[in-house]
T-cell receptor, first 115, second 117 residues
Framework: AQKVTQAQTEISVVEKEDVTLDCVYE???????LFWYKQPPSGELVFLIR????DEQNEISGRYSWNFQKSTSSFNFTITASQVVDSAVYFC????????????WGAGTKLIIKP | KAGVTQTPRYLIKTRGQQVTLSCSPI?????VSWYQQTPGQGLQFLFE???????NKGNFPGRFSGRQFSNSRSEMNVSTLELGDSALYLC????????????????FGPGTRLTVL
């Protein structure tokens, strides 16, 4: 069975601190996709990144970076120099290649950035 | 380019009633997916439509149904509402020019918040 675990329910940091959101997944498939989405208070899910199972390169996009490690089945997300606007709920999700968009979602991590 | 729009944004119904939610995808997008989000169950996949056909369905009872029109707009219907149907219903669209693929990003709408009393 496929499963995504985001063990951190809520994280609170002071602005400008770095913060890492953990994501651990379970799947028996060799080909799959991993995603991170951000959900601000407005409710709309915002796509952040997609990574396929064959691409273990870490990625950096501005203050955001992602660390994908198949050996530990983890796909962690780090925000460097956090800002108040980063406050949101962040979701990690997993999908099989042939599952026609049936994403398996983690429970989400609520990130609070204090000024 | 306009994003995914969902109407209405908020809805209050009573148990036993039925409700229809609407989703207009980004222009040119052909795939529409629906998700239910609740505090207890989190985000759960409802179904996905492509070219007016339901291609995939999550584990929800038959009270939950949907359809897609020729212009890719989609509606979902919930009949005989129960208290547990109170949730944020999210719609997502993707371009999908060459068949099912996660290389197409899903873009989400703001959701419809349904409250069942």
């Amino acid at each position: 069975a496929q499963k995504v675990t985001q063990a951190q329910t809520e994280i609170s940091v002071v602005e400008k601190e770095d913060v890492t959101l953990d994501c651990v997944y379970e799947t028996r498939d060799t080909t799959y996709y991993l995603f991170w989405y951000k959900q601000p208070p407005s409710g709309e899910l915002v796509f952040l990144i997609r990574r396929n199972s064959f691409d273990e390169q870490n990625e950096i996009s501005g203050r955001y970076s992602w660390n994908f490690q198949k050996s530990t089945s983890s796909f962690n997300f780090t925000i460097t120099a956090s800002q108040v606007v980063d406050s949101a709920v962040y979701f990690c999700a997993l999908a099989k290649v042939d599952s026609n968009y049936q994403l398996i979602w983690g429970a989400g991590t609520k990130l609070i950035i204090k000024p | 380019k306009a994003g995914v729009t969902q109407t209405p944004r908020y809805l209050i119904k009573t148990r036993g009633q039925q409700v229809t939610l609407s989703c207009s995808p980004i222009s040119g997008h052909r795939s529409v997916s629906w998700y239910q989000q609740t505090p207890g169950q989190g985000l759960q996949f409802l179904f996905e439509y492509f070219s007016e056909t339901q291609r995939n369905k999550g584990n929800f009872p038959g009270r939950f149904s949907g359809r897609q029109f020729s212009n890719s707009r989609s509606e979902m219907n919930v009949s005989t509402l129960e208290l547990g149907d109170s949730a944020l219903y999210l719609c997502a669209s993707s371009l999908e020019t060459s068949g099912p693929s996660f290389t197409d990003t899903q873009y989400f709408g703001p959701g419809t918040r349904l409250t069942v009393l």
